[in-house]
């Protein structure tokens, strides 16, 4: 069974701890605590093949930052975390990925960028307008289909008796 080395690396608050934790046990923490260094080790099954993850959540304040080198330098791939409601933690993730092709010497790098926190801008919104909220992608054809379907649902509830003044009380993510 292959071992391979994960580190988890992006600002303060982008949600690098909630991503690990939801993956290694499966659920969600709802309150933010600054990590300073979590280690969590996983199996999983990637095309057939066993493998563990060992897997280092950072810290993403800045006051530890010194240790990032040390990190690196022990890490095989590299998942970039940033917030897509906090567009400074997207600025933050440049220098990241800048001092891993330093640290590593090579420009090939397995890494991966990822914006999160996706639920939480236009959810929020879709909240207050108390209407359905979905993420779509014209260009790769994801969830269009269900896109009009639920636009002909919530039409179809409005034009009841009763849904006349409760248009779009229900909320659908997809």
């Known amino acids: 069974m292959r071992e391979y080395k994960v580190v988890v690396l992006g600002s303060g608050g982008v949600g690098k701890s909630a991503l690990t934790v939801q993956f ?3 659920s969600f923490i709802e309150k933010y605590d600054p990590t ?3 280690f969590y080790r996983k199996e999983i099954e990637v095309d057939s093949s066993p493998s563990v ?7 993403g304040t800045e006051q530890f930052a010194s240790m990032r080198d040390l990190y690196i330098k022990n890490g095989q791939g590299f998942i970039l975390v940033y917030s897509l409601v906090n ?3 997207f600025q933050d993730i440049k220098p990241m990925r800048d001092q891993i092709i330093r640290v590593k010497r090579y420009e090939k790098v397995p890494m991966i960028l990822v914006g999160n926190k996706v639920d939480l801008e236009g959810k929020a919104l879709a909240d207050d307008w108390n209407c359905p909220f979905m993420e779509t992608s014209a260009k790769n054809k994801a969830y269009v289909d269900e896109l ?3 636009i002909v649902r919530q039409m179809n509830y409005s034009s009841q008796p009763n849904g006349s003044d409760q248009c779009c009380s229900s909320c659908v993510i997809l």
């Open 148 to 150: 009009f379907a639920e």
């Open 24 to 26: 290694v046990t499966g």
């Open 87 to 89: 567009q400074q933690s």
């Open 53 to 59: 993850l060992e897997i280092l959540d950072t810290a």
């Open 36 to 38: 300073i260094e979590d």
